[in-house]
């Protein structure tokens, strides 16, 4: 049985509902992005989440749940997009030298400028349609927060 | 105390989030906050939860679960894709019998006397204990709000009440404990992953481990200090 991991950002809505849940890869690597997007998945079901985000590297795959079938059987991958580097605001200094948890905190702070600015007007065409509405009004009704404590995976 | 192993708490505490998870509408009722019973009645772990937490419960569940819009939008919807030809006349039929049960489920569900009938019935559950504020733990929520700590007068509640149980809960044998907690503003962590330094010492004082779902993952690794 595969294991339920912490989401690495979750945007939650005042209710505490999650939202979205994100899983990061700080590189595209096959293999890496295969088991994000089957452990996202399985995260999403065990949760109740039926809006995921993968990102690994400059690739952002965006996964729904229909919620037509249980235990995640109906979760689909809706499609994916290339993320810019330049799109990427710095991480947190308190991150710094740990790259995949920097990586993570650029992922972070984009998710919440785009809450913010509610604008994708520099995105390229096929980013701009895997977000469209759907993500930007629950970012926009969320808050975006780490999925949990960042200093113990520095820590390991 | 084991390192570098999987290790789970043998005593778990729960706050008004899980109750409410377990008492919401049956549709709506997360399965994690379900599991976390059954684990419990299986032996796996004792779980408990402040008794301030139902009656936080009790005003939570029909204002967390009423639908964001009710059906009349989807029902002025059908109507229009029917005259449009959009739909059949019986996709749109089917489509207001759904309705109706949906309609008649909500106002059911989210009765005060539903959710109160459902509140007793877990407040009675075998496998879970539910604990009073005590002197001690009214005394310990005066000296945590001295603290630079900014909560509400709520959630200065629980904390005290959970800190002062697991003092409690080692004084019986417990190494430490669990503490599934969903409400961001008593994680030990903001929103960047960093540690809240006055709650990540409180917790860790009397060897409170959070976690931030109902999942109760192994750990591998106790903080240093709980070795000894």
Known sequence: MMKTSQPDIIVTSPDGEYLIIVEVKLKDISISVKNAIEQLKHTMASIGCSVGLVVAGDRVIFLRDSLEKYNGESI?????????????????????????????????????????????????????????????SLLQIGEVRAGGPRWSKVAR | MEQGCKVKPKAV????NW????????YLQSPQAIQLLERAQAGEFKLYVPAICLAEARETVPRRFSPRSRSDDLRKFIKWARD???????????????????????????TKVKVSERLDELAKHPSLNVFPLS?????????????????????????????????????????????????SDLQPWDKSGARKRILYDLYDDVRILVYADFLLEDVSELPESWTT
């Open chain 1, 76 to 136: 689909y991958v809706v499609g994916e997009a290339k993320l810019p580097h330049y799109l990427l605001p710095s991480a947190d200094e308190q991150w710094k030298g740990n790259p995949a948890i920097e990586f993570e905190s650029q992922v972070q702070r984009w998710l919440e400028k785009l809450k913010l600015t509610a604008s994708m007007e520099n995105f390229p065409s096929d980013l701009r349609n895997l977000l469209s509405e759907s993500i930007m």
């Open chain 2, 13 to 16: 505490l729960v706050e008004t």
């Open chain 2, 19 to 26: 109750v409410v998870d377990v008492i919401a509408p049956a």
């Open chain 2, 84 to 110: 449009e030809g959009r739909v059949t006349p019986d996709e749109a039929d089917a489509a207001y019998q759904v309705f109706a049960q949906f309609d008649g489920l909500v106002a059911n569900e989210l």
């Open chain 2, 135 to 183: 002197e001690p733990m009214l005394e310990r929520q005066v000296s945590i709000g001295a603290m630079d700590i900014s909560l509400k007068p709520f959630d200065l509640a629980v904390l005290a009440a959970v800190i002062v149980k697991s003092e409690e809960l080692q004084q019986e044998g417990y190494d430490w404990v669990g503490f599934c907690e969903l409400d």
